[in-house]
C-alpha cells in the first residue's frame, strides 16, 4: 500500500488548494487539508450518506421552537427576536463542541434548552442533516479505519485557528501513532511598517500608491494583500479608488441579500404580506437593482411623483394604471398576495417562483463579466436556498416566512469566482494567513475593530475569548513586509484610537488640499464671495468629494464657519487641557453603547465603558458612569416595552446625492443607531451627551443631521419610518419627529412633533429641498456671518476673524 509522506493541516481551504497546486508541480506526495476538508474526504471516503445545509439545520431550529410553543418559559419571550435562531443555532454548536455548558443557567433556562435540543436533533435526522458538530464526531469515529489513516506516516500541523474542543478531540486521533511536526509559515516575523492617516480616503490612497509602485517594480500582484478587520466600510472606499488606478483585483462576493436578485425576492415577500409601499415599488422596480422589468423614464416618474399614501394593489393600479410598464408590472405581481396566516412553505416558494419564471437570467442587465457573476451565481443561490426551504414542513405566517428567508439570503455568501488571472487579493485577514505574501497591507486597525475583545454569549451568558492576538502573530509569519495602518478620524470625523497591536513609531500622512491661484487677493471679508473662479473651484471640490453631515451640519449652524474651516481650509489653535473634552467623552461613551448593544447585552455596560476610558488613558468618572448606567436602565426598558430593537448601529452611508444647479453633491455619514420592528419598520436615534437640538430647530433646518438621516435610511431599509430623534444620554429624553400612529408604542406622550400621516409622507421631500437649498447657497457663495444662536460662537475657534459683536 502507498504511504503518503505528509498529511499537512492548514487553517484554511484558499490555502490548501494554493499548496496542493504547488504540490501537484512539484510532485510532491503532499496532501493539505483544511479541517473541513478533511472531514468532508472522511465521510466521503466512508460512503457516509447525508445532507450538509447550514439553513436546514436552522429550519429545525425554526420547527423545534414553533413545536416547543408555549413550553418554553425562559426563552419563549426572546423567540420572536429577529436574530434568535441564529444565535440558538451559535449556541448548540458550542454546546456541541465543548466550549459551553449550560450547568451555570437557571433550572427554566436549561429546561429550555434541553427541550429545544432533543426536538432539534429529531428534525435533523428527519431531514437527513448531519451538522458540523456532527460530522465531526463522524469523522472521529472512522479515522481509525480510513484509507487516508492508513496511507499517513507524518502530519504537519500548522495554525489553525481557534479550535474548539471537538476539533481538538479530531487532531488528537488524526496524529496518534504518526510522526507529527508542528510547523510555523515562516521562520521569522514580517518587516512592519506602521501609518497614520488623517482620514480613510488618504489611507487606502497611500496603500494604492504603495502598490502600483510594488508592480512597477515586478512583484507579482498575487504577492500583495489588502486585508481589513472593518472590511465593510473599506470596500466603499477601496473599489472606486482600485478602478480609478486600474489595479488587477477581484471585489469580494457580496451576501445574496445584497445582490439585485436577492433584494427583489425580499422585496416580493414584503409586497405578498403587507401594503404595497412606495419604497417596495421603487426597490422592485430599480434598473439594476430591481427586476428587469424596463420602465420608461416617464414610467419611473410617475412612480416618483407619486403619493406615499398609496397602499394597496388598488389605489396603485388606480394611479399608474394608465402607463403600458406598470400594466405588465401589476399583471406580474397579481398572484403575489397571501392572507396573514399560517400557510405551507411550499405556498410562498411557488409564488416566487411564478414571478422569478418570467425574469429567467437573460433579461438581467450585466455591466461586465463580474456583475454577470454576480447575478449567475445569486440566482443559482436563490434556487438553492428555495430548494432547502421546500423540505420545511410546518405551516408559517408569512412573517416567519419573511424572517426565514432574509436570514438565509443574508448569510449565503457567492462563491468566488475562478480566475487564471494574477490578482491584488483584498478581504478579511483570517484568509491572508499563511499565504506568503510579498506586502500585506493591514489596514483600519483601530482599538474597535482589532483585537477585538473576549464577547460574552448572549444566550448562555458565558464569556468567550477571541483569538484575534494569535491571528496577529500568524499574520506576522504570512508576509515578507506588513504595513499595518488606520485612520485617525472615521467618515464621519469621530475620532478613532490606535489598536493595541499598534508599533508606537509610524509615519503620518496627510491628504493634499488642491488650491487655484486666483488673479487678486482673497479676503475673507463678510463672506459673500462674487469671485467666479473661486465659486467654480467650491463646486468642482464639492462634486469631487462626499460631503460629511457633519460639515453640512457646520454650515447650518453658521456659514462663515464653514468658509473658515472648509473652504479656506484655516486651522484652529490647539488649546493644551487637562480634561477630557465633551469630543473625546462623546466619541468614548457613543463606542460603549454600539458595543454594548452589539453584543447584545451580553457584557455589562459598565465593564464596556471601563475597557474604552482605559484603552484611550483617560480617567472614567463617577459622573460619566452613572450617566451612561441610568441612561442604559432606561434604554433597555423602551426596547422591551415598545418591540423595536436595535439592528443598525453606527450605519455608514454613501452617495446620497442631492441634485443642484452645479450638478449633483453626494452626501456620506453614520447613523448612530436604527432600531426595528417585527414589520420592518424603524426609528432612527442620534445620541447627544450634551443637550438635543429642540424641535424648532428641527423643522427650521438649524440642524441638519435627521433630516440627510432620513433619507439616507430610506435607500437601503425597506420598512417605513416611524420616528427620528436625537437620544439624550444624559437624561433619555427623546428630541424628534414621530409618525401619529406610532408614537404611543414609542412612548411619546407629549403632542410636540407628532405629526399625522398626510404630513408624515411629505417628510422626505421636503428634507430634501430643505438640503438642496443649503447647497445651492453653498455654491453660490453664500458664507454671511449668521450663527443661530448664540451657543455657537461661544466655542467657535474663528472669533477672532470675524469679530461678531
Given at each position: 500500500?502507498?504511504?503518503?509522506?505528509?498529511?499537512?493541516?492548514?487553517?484554511?481551504?484558499?490555502?490548501?488548494?494554493?499548496?496542493?497546486?504547488?504540490?501537484?508541480?512539484?510532485?510532491?506526495?503532499?496532501?493539505?487539508?483544511?479541517?473541513?476538508?478533511?472531514?468532508?474526504?472522511?465521510?466521503?471516503?466512508?460512503?457516509q450518506?447525508?445532507?450538509?445545509?447550514?439553513?436546514?439545520?436552522?429550519?429545525?431550529?425554526w420547527?423545534?421552537?414553533?413545536?416547543?410553543?408555549?413550553?418554553?418559559?425562559?426563552?419563549?419571550?426572546?423567540?420572536?427576536?429577529?436574530?434568535?435562531?441564529?444565535?440558538?443555532?451559535?449556541?448548540?454548536?458550542?454546546?456541541?463542541?465543548?466550549?459551553?455548558?449550560?450547568?451555570?443557567?437557571?433550572?427554566?433556562?436549561?429546561?429550555?434548552?434541553?427541550?429545544?435540543?432533543?426536538?432539534?436533533?429529531?428534525?435533523?435526522?428527519?431531514?437527513?442533516?448531519?451538522?458540523?458538530?456532527?460530522?465531526?464526531?463522524?469523522?472521529?469515529?472512522?479515522?481509525?479505519?480510513?484509507?487516508?489513516?492508513?496511507?499517513?506516516?507524518?502530519?504537519k500541523?500548522?495554525?489553525?485557528?481557534?479550535?474548539?474542543?471537538?476539533?481538538?478531540?479530531?487532531?488528537?486521533?488524526?496524529?496518534t501513532?504518526?510522526?507529527?511536526?508542528?510547523?510555523?509559515f515562516?521562520?521569522?516575523?514580517?518587516?512592519?511598517?506602521?501609518?497614520?492617516?488623517?482620514?480613510?480616503?488618504?489611507?487606502?490612497?497611500?496603500?494604492?500608491?504603495?502598490?502600483?509602485?510594488?508592480?512597477?517594480?515586478?512583484?507579482?500582484?498575487?504577492?500583495?494583500?489588502?486585508?481589513s478587520?472593518?472590511?465593510?466600510?473599506?470596500?466603499?472606499?477601496?473599489?472606486?479608488?482600485?478602478t480609478?488606478y486600474?489595479?488587477?483585483?477581484?471585489?469580494?462576493?457580496?451576501?445574496?441579500?445584497?445582490?439585485?436578485?436577492?433584494?427583489?425576492?425580499?422585496?416580493?415577500?414584503r409586497?405578498?404580506?403587507?401594503?404595497?409601499?412606495?419604497?417596495?415599488?421603487?426597490?422592485l422596480t430599480?434598473?439594476?437593482?430591481?427586476?428587469?422589468?424596463?420602465?420608461?423614464?416617464?414610467?419611473?416618474?410617475?412612480?416618483?411623483?407619486?403619493?406615499?399614501?398609496?397602499?394597496?394593489?388598488?389605489?396603485?393600479?388606480?394611479?399608474?394604471g394608465?402607463?403600458?410598464?406598470w400594466?405588465?408590472?401589476?399583471?406580474?405581481l397579481?398572484?403575489?398576495?397571501a392572507?396573514?396566516?399560517?400557510?405551507p412553505?411550499?405556498?410562498?416558494?411557488?409564488?416566487?417562483?411564478q414571478?422569478?419564471?418570467?425574469?429567467?437570467?437573460?433579461?438581467?442587465?450585466?455591466l461586465?463579466?463580474y456583475?454577470?457573476?454576480v447575478?449567475?451565481?445569486s440566482?443559482?443561490?436563490?434556487?438553492?436556498?428555495?430548494?432547502?426551504?421546500?423540505?420545511?414542513?410546518?405551516?408559517?405566517?408569512?412573517?416567519?416566512?419573511?424572517?426565514?428567508?432574509?436570514?438565509?439570503?443574508?448569510?449565503?455568501?457567492?462563491?468566488?469566482?475562478?480566475?487564471?488571472?494574477?490578482?491584488?487579493?483584498?478581504?478579511?485577514?483570517?484568509?491572508?494567513?499563511?499565504?506568503?505574501?510579498?506586502?500585506?497591507?493591514?489596514?483600519?486597525?483601530?482599538e474597535?475593530?482589532?483585537?477585538?475583545?473576549?464577547?460574552?454569549?448572549?444566550?448562555?451568558?458565558?464569556l468567550l475569548?477571541?483569538?484575534?492576538?494569535?491571528?496577529?502573530?500568524?499574520?506576522?509569519?504570512?508576509?515578507?513586509?506588513?504595513?499595518?495602518?488606520?485612520?485617525?478620524?472615521?467618515q464621519?470625523?469621530?475620532?478613532?484610537?490606535?489598536?493595541?497591536?499598534?508599533?508606537?513609531?509610524?509615519?503620518?500622512?496627510?491628504?493634499?488640499?488642491?488650491?487655484?491661484?486666483?488673479?487678486?487677493?482673497?479676503?475673507?471679508?463678510?463672506?459673500?464671495?462674487?469671485?467666479?473662479?473661486?465659486?467654480?473651484?467650491?463646486?468642482?471640490?464639492?462634486?469631487?468629494?462626499?460631503?460629511?453631515?457633519?460639515?453640512?451640519?457646520?454650515?447650518?449652524?453658521?456659514?462663515?464657519?464653514?468658509?473658515?474651516?472648509?473652504?479656506?481650509?484655516?486651522?484652529?489653535?490647539?488649546?493644551?487641557?487637562?480634561?477630557?473634552?465633551?469630543?473625546?467623552?462623546?466619541?468614548l461613551?457613543?463606542?460603549?453603547?454600539?458595543?454594548?448593544?452589539?453584543?447584545?447585552?451580553?457584557?455589562?455596560?459598565?465593564?464596556?465603558?471601563?475597557e474604552?476610558?482605559?484603552?484611550?488613558?483617560?480617567?472614567?468618572?463617577?459622573?460619566?458612569?452613572?450617566?451612561?448606567?441610568?441612561?442604559?436602565?432606561?434604554?433597555?426598558?423602551?426596547?422591551?416595552?415598545?418591540?423595536?430593537?436595535?439592528?443598525h448601529?453606527?450605519?455608514s452611508f454613501?452617495?446620497?446625492?442631492?441634485?443642484?444647479?452645479?450638478?449633483?453633491?453626494?452626501?456620506?455619514?453614520?447613523?448612530?443607531?436604527?432600531?426595528?420592528?417585527?414589520?420592518?419598520n424603524?426609528v432612527?436615534?442620534?445620541y447627544?451627551?450634551?443637550?438635543?437640538?429642540?424641535?424648532?430647530?428641527?423643522?427650521?433646518?438649524?440642524?441638519?443631521?435627521?433630516?440627510?438621516?432620513?433619507?439616507?435610511?430610506?435607500?437601503?431599509?425597506?420598512?417605513?419610518?416611524?420616528?427620528?430623534?436625537?437620544?439624550?444620554?444624559?437624561?433619555?429624553?427623546?428630541?424628534?419627529?414621530?409618525?401619529?400612529t406610532?408614537?404611543?408604542?414609542?412612548?411619546?406622550?407629549?403632542?410636540?412633533?407628532?405629526?399625522?400621516?398626510?404630513?408624515w409622507?411629505?417628510?422626505?421631500?421636503?428634507?430634501?429641498?430643505?438640503?438642496?437649498?443649503?447647497?445651492?447657497?453653498?455654491?453660490?457663495?453664500?458664507?454671511?456671518?449668521?450663527?443661530?444662536?448664540?451657543?455657537?460662537?461661544?466655542?467657535?475657534?474663528?472669533?477672532?476673524?470675524?469679530?461678531k459683536e
Open positions: 500500500m502507498r504511504r503518503v509522506s505528509s498529511l499537512c493541516l492548514v487553517p484554511h481551504p484558499q490555502l490548501a488548494h494554493k499548496w496542493r497546486q504547488s504540490a501537484v508541480l512539484a510532485y510532491s506526495s503532499l496532501l493539505p487539508f483544511s479541517i473541513k476538508e478533511l472531514v468532508a474526504q472522511l465521510l466521503k471516503e466512508e460512503g450518506p447525508y445532507r450538509d445545509s447550514e439553513l436546514l439545520e436552522q429550519i429545525a431550529l420547527e423545534a421552537v414553533g413545536e416547543a410553543g408555549d413550553s418554553l418559559v425562559y426563552y419563549g419571550p426572546m423567540a420572536d427576536f429577529p436574530g434568535f435562531i441564529e444565535e440558538l443555532h451559535r449556541l448548540y454548536f458550542r454546546y456541541e463542541s465543548g466550549q459551553i455548558s449550560f450547568e451555570h443557567l437557571t433550572a427554566e433556562a436549561q429546561q429550555d434548552l434541553e427541550l429545544l435540543y432533543k426536538l432539534y436533533l429529531q428534525k435533523l435526522r428527519g431531514y437527513h442533516v448531519l451538522n458540523q458538530a456532527q460530522q465531526i464526531e463522524q469523522a472521529i469515529r472512522f479515522w481509525p479505519k480510513s484509507r487516508l489513516n492508513q496511507e499517513t506516516d507524518h502530519v500541523l500548522y495554525y489553525l485557528g481557534e479550535l474548539t474542543r471537538l476539533e481538538r478531540r479530531l487532531i488528537d486521533a488524526v496524529c501513532g504518526k510522526q507529527v511536526e508542528h510547523a510555523a515562516s521562520p521569522q516575523d514580517a518587516v512592519i511598517k506602521a501609518v497614520v492617516a488623517n482620514a480613510p480616503g488618504t489611507e487606502v490612497e497611500r496603500v494604492v500608491e504603495a502598490i502600483v509602485d510594488l508592480l512597477n517594480k515586478g512583484v507579482e500582484p498575487h504577492a500583495i494583500a489588502v486585508v478587520p472593518d472590511l465593510e466600510s473599506y470596500l466603499p472606499i477601496i473599489t472606486p479608488m482600485f480609478q486600474g489595479l488587477p483585483w477581484l471585489p469580494p462576493m457580496p451576501k445574496l441579500g445584497d445582490t439585485p436578485i436577492g433584494k427583489a425576492a425580499g422585496t416580493l415577500l409586497l405578498m404580506h403587507s401594503g404595497w409601499a412606495k419604497d417596495d415599488l421603487e426597490q430599480a434598473p439594476g437593482w430591481g427586476l428587469p422589468f424596463r420602465l420608461s423614464q416617464t414610467e419611473h416618474k410617475a412612480l416618483r411623483i407619486a403619493p406615499p399614501t398609496l397602499l394597496s394593489p388598488e389605489q396603485w393600479q388606480n394611479y399608474l394608465e402607463h403600458p410598464g400594466q405588465r408590472v401589476f399583471a406580474v397579481q398572484p403575489l398576495y392572507e396573514k396566516r399560517a400557510h412553505v411550499r405556498l410562498y416558494i411557488d409564488r416566487l417562483q414571478i422569478f419564471a418570467e425574469f429567467p437570467l437573460v433579461k438581467w442587465p450585466a461586465d463579466h456583475h454577470w457573476s447575478l449567475a451565481k440566482y443559482h443561490g436563490l434556487q438553492q436556498i428555495l430548494s432547502d426551504l421546500s423540505l420545511c414542513r410546518q405551516p408559517v405566517g408569512p412573517d416567519a416566512f419573511e424572517q426565514i428567508f432574509n436570514s438565509a439570503i443574508d448569510s449565503y455568501s457567492l462563491p468566488q469566482p475562478r480566475s487564471f488571472l494574477q490578482q491584488v487579493y483584498v478581504g478579511p485577514p483570517a484568509q491572508a494567513v499563511g499565504m506568503g505574501y510579498h506586502t500585506l497591507f493591514l489596514i483600519g486597525v483601530t474597535a475593530s482589532f483585537p477585538k475583545p473576549a464577547q460574552r454569549d448572549w444566550l448562555s451568558k458565558q475569548p477571541s483569538g484575534d492576538y494569535e491571528l496577529y502573530r500568524q499574520l506576522l509569519r504570512s508576509a515578507a513586509h506588513i504595513q499595518l495602518s488606520y485612520a485617525e478620524q472615521d464621519t470625523d469621530r475620532i478613532n484610537i490606535a489598536s493595541q497591536v499598534f508599533p508606537p513609531e509610524f509615519t503620518r500622512i496627510t491628504g493634499y488640499r488642491q488650491y487655484i491661484r486666483h488673479g487678486k487677493p482673497i479676503a475673507i471679508g463678510d463672506g459673500v464671495l462674487e469671485d467666479s473662479a473661486l465659486m467654480a473651484d467650491i463646486a468642482a471640490r464639492l462634486k469631487r468629494r462626499q460631503l460629511s453631515v457633519t460639515r453640512l451640519n457646520l454650515y447650518a449652524s453658521c456659514p462663515f464657519r464653514f468658509l473658515c474651516s472648509e473652504i479656506y481650509g484655516l486651522e484652529a489653535e490647539d488649546v493644551l487641557v487637562d480634561d477630557i473634552t465633551p469630543q473625546t467623552e462623546g466619541a461613551v457613543h463606542e460603549a453603547l454600539r458595543l454594548y448593544w452589539q453584543q447584545r447585552r451580553r457584557v455589562p455596560i459598565d465593564q464596556i465603558l471601563a474604552q476610558y482605559q484603552a484611550a488613558g483617560q480617567k472614567l468618572t463617577k459622573r460619566v458612569m452613572s450617566m451612561v448606567l441610568n441612561f442604559v436602565r432606561k434604554d433597555q426598558a423602551l426596547v422591551e416595552t415598545s418591540g423595536y430593537y436595535p439592528e448601529l453606527e450605519q454613501e452617495g446620497i446625492a442631492v441634485p443642484t444647479r452645479s450638478g449633483t453633491i453626494r452626501l456620506r455619514g453614520v447613523i448612530d443607531r436604527i432600531d426595528v420592528d417585527h414589520d420592518g424603524y432612527i436615534y442620534d447627544k451627551t450634551g443637550a438635543n437640538p429642540s424641535i424648532r430647530q428641527i423643522m427650521q433646518a438649524e440642524n441638519l443631521q435627521l433630516q440627510v438621516y432620513l433619507l439616507a435610511a430610506s435607500s437601503f431599509l425597506p420598512g417605513m419610518p416611524h420616528g427620528i430623534a436625537f437620544y439624550s444620554v444624559k437624561d433619555g429624553r427623546r428630541t424628534g419627529l414621530w409618525l401619529e406610532a408614537h404611543q408604542k414609542l412612548g411619546i406622550t407629549k403632542s410636540s412633533g407628532i405629526l399625522p400621516q398626510g404630513e409622507g411629505q417628510l422626505a421631500n421636503s428634507f430634501r429641498q430643505v438640503l438642496q437649498d443649503y447647497l445651492e447657497q453653498i455654491l453660490s457663495g453664500h458664507f454671511p456671518i449668521a450663527p443661530v444662536d448664540d451657543i455657537v460662537c461661544t466655542y467657535c475657534p474663528y472669533k477672532a476673524i470675524c469679530r
